[in-house]
C-alpha cells in the first residue's frame, strides 16, 4: 500500500492511498468460490454453478462489497503509517477502480492542531474573593421574610415594596399593538418587572385611580416591532395592598425547617447555604477569568468539523429548552447561530486537555467521591444522589471533568501575575 499526504491548506490534508489490486482480487474470488456453493441460479444445481457464470452475476456486487471494506480498513492503516490525527469523518474520492488496476482513493481530511502553550507567567488576572458578612445575612433574613410575606388591601398611597393590580392598554402613535394590553395584572412598585418609569409613573397612585404614562421601549427590547418606539399606557388601579411581613421567631424558623424553632439555628443554615452558594459563584467567575486568559494568549485554529458539530450539539440543547405553544411547529434553528460559542468551546478543549497531558494533571477517587457528596448535600435525599453517581462510571467522569477543569485553573493562577480583587456577596451573585 502506498501513501502520500499533501497540505490543502490550513489544517486540511489530502491523502491519496493506493491498494494493490491483489489484496482486492484474492479477496473478491474468496467470496465468489463461497457464494458458488450456495448460489442458486435457474438451469443449474445449487453447487454446481461454474465460476464464471458465478462471477458475471454476483461479480459487481462483491467487489464493491470488497473495495468499500478495504477502503474503510486501509484508512485507518494509512493514517496510523502517516501520524495523523483526524478531526472528523473523511470525504473518499475514489479515483481508480477498474479490476485489473490497483485502487486509487484520497480521503480529504482536517487533522488535530499541534498546540503549543503560550508563556503564562505574563498573564495578569484578578482573582475575586469575597464573604457572606453579617449585613449580608441579614438581607438575605428580609428577603426570606418577603417570601413569606401576607398582603393587606390599603386605601392610602402606593409606595415602593406594595403590590397593585391594574388593567392597562398601551398605544403607540395612538394605535394598539399585539400584547400592549391586559387586565388584573399583578405588579409590585421596585420589582423591575416592567418597562422602565412603569412602576415609578405608579408611586403615589391609589385604588381607583386612573392616570396615562408617557414611556419608551427600551431599543433592545424583546419584541422589535416595539423596540425603540414611544408608547403610551392608560392606567386603572384596580387595587393596592401592602405587604405584612412576619416576626423572626421562633415559629418563622420552624417554617424553613428548624425544628426546634432556634434562631441561631436558622441562621447558620442560611449562611452556610450562602457560603455555599458564594463559593460556587467566585469559582465560577475565577474558571471565567483563567479561560479567557487562555483563549487571549493562546490562538490557534480549531478543526472546522469539531466547530461545527458543537454548533449543532448546542442547536439541538436550545431547541430542547424551547417551550413551542401547542399547535405550533418547533423553529429550525440555523446552526450557524452557535458557531461563535462552539468555536470557543472547541478551542477551549484543546487549550485545557494540553495542560492536563503536558501536567499530567489527575484526581484521585477521593475528591471524586468527595465532589459527589457536596453536590449531594444540595439534595433531600443525598445517600440516594450519591448512589446514583456511584452506580454509572460514565457519571462519575463527568465530575472528574470538572475537577480536572478546577485543577486546571489553579495551576494557570499558579503561573500567572494574580492579584486579588475583594467583591461583595450581592457583586459575585449579580445583585448588586
Known amino acids: 500500500m502506498q501513501v502520500s499526504v499533501e497540505t490543502t491548506g490550513g489544517l486540511e ?3 491519496t492511498v493506493e491498494v494493490p489490486e491483489d489484496r482486492i482480487d484474492g479477496e473478491v474470488q474468496s467470496r465468489l468460490q463461497r457464494l458458488a456453493r450456495t448460489a442458486k441460479i435457474k438451469g443449474f444445481r445449487p453447487g454446481k454453478v461454474p465460476m464464471k457464470v458465478v462471477a458475471k452475476q454476483y461479480g459487481r456486487q462483491v467487489r464493491d462489497e470488497v473495495v468499500g471494506e478495504v477502503i474503510q480498513a486501509t484508512y485507518f492503516e494509512a493514517i496510523n503509517q502517516e501520524k495523523l490525527q483526524p478531526a472528523g469523518m473523511p470525504t473518499i474520492e475514489p ?18 492542531p499541534e498546540v503549543e502553550l503560550a508563556d503564562l507567567s505574563g498573564a495578569k488576572l484578578e482573582k475575586v474573593v469575597a464573604e457572606v458578612s453579617d449585613e449580608d445575612l441579614e438581607k438575605m433574613i428580609d428577603n426570606l421574610r418577603q417570601q413569606r410575606a401576607e398582603w ?27 400584547g400592549g394590553s391586559s387586565e388584573n395584572v399583578p405588579v409590585t412598585l ?33 419584541h422589535k416591532e416595539v423596540a425603540g418606539k414611544p408608547v403610551q399606557f392608560a392606567v386603572k388601579v384596580n387595587s393596592v395592598e401592602e405587604p405584612l411581613l412576619p416576626e423572626v421567631d421562633e415559629e418563622f424558623a420552624k417554617g424553613f425547617g428548624i425544628g426546634d424553632g432556634s434562631l441561631e439555628a436558622l441562621r447558620n443554615e442560611v449562611r452556610q447555604n450562602m457560603e455555599r452558594e458564594l463559593q460556587q459563584a467566585v469559582t465560577a467567575k475565577n474558571k471565567q477569568a483563567v479561560m479567557d486568559a487562555l483563549l487571549e494568549m493562546n490562538k490557534i485554529e480549531v478543526p472546522t468539523a469539531l466547530v461545527d458539530n458543537e ?3 448546542l442547536k439541538q440543547q ?6 413551542v405553544p401547542q399547535g405550533k411547529s418547533m423553529p429550525d434553528l440555523d446552526a450557524s447561530l452557535f458557531k461563535s460559542e462552539a468555536e470557543r468551546r472547541v478551542t477551549l478543549g484543546m487549550l485545557v486537555a494540553e495542560i492536563i497531558q503536558a501536567n499530567e494533571l489527575k484526581v484521585d477517587e477521593e475528591k471524586i467521591k468527595a ?6 448535600s444540595t439534595y433531600e435525599q443525598p445517600q440516594d444522589v450519591i448512589n446514583w453517581y456511584m452506580a454509572d462510571r460514565s457519571r462519575l467522569a463527568q465530575v472528574e471533568n470538572l475537577l480536572l477543569e478546577d485543577e486546571v485553573v489553579d495551576w494557570v493562577l499558579d503561573k500567572a501575575d494574580v492579584s486579588e480583587s475583594k467583591s461583595s456577596f450581592d457583586e459575585v451573585m449579580g445583585r448588586g
Open 318 to 323: 436550545m431547541m430542547q429548552q424551547m417551550q
Open 371 to 376: 465532589k459527589v457528596a457536596e453536590i449531594a
Open 13 to 15: 490534508r489530502r491523502m
Open 152 to 178: 393587606k388591601s390599603v386605601e392610602s398611597k402606593a409606595k415602593e415594596g406594595d403590590r397593585l393590580n391594574i388593567d392597562f392598554k398601551g398605544t403607540i402613535d395612538g394605535e394598539e399593538f399585539s
Open 95 to 112: 479515483k481508480v477502480n477498474e479490476p485489473g488496476k490497483s485502487l486509487q482513493y484520497t480521503a480529504i481530511i482536517e487533522v488535530m
Open 311 to 313: 454548533a449543532e450539539t
Open 190 to 222: 421596585g420589582s423591575g418587572r416592567m418597562i422602565e418609569g412603569f412602576e415609578d409613573g405608579l408611586v403615589g397612585a391609589k385604588a381607583g385611580d386612573e392616570l396615562t404614562l408617557d414611556l419608551k421601549f427600551p431599543e433592545d427590547y424583546g
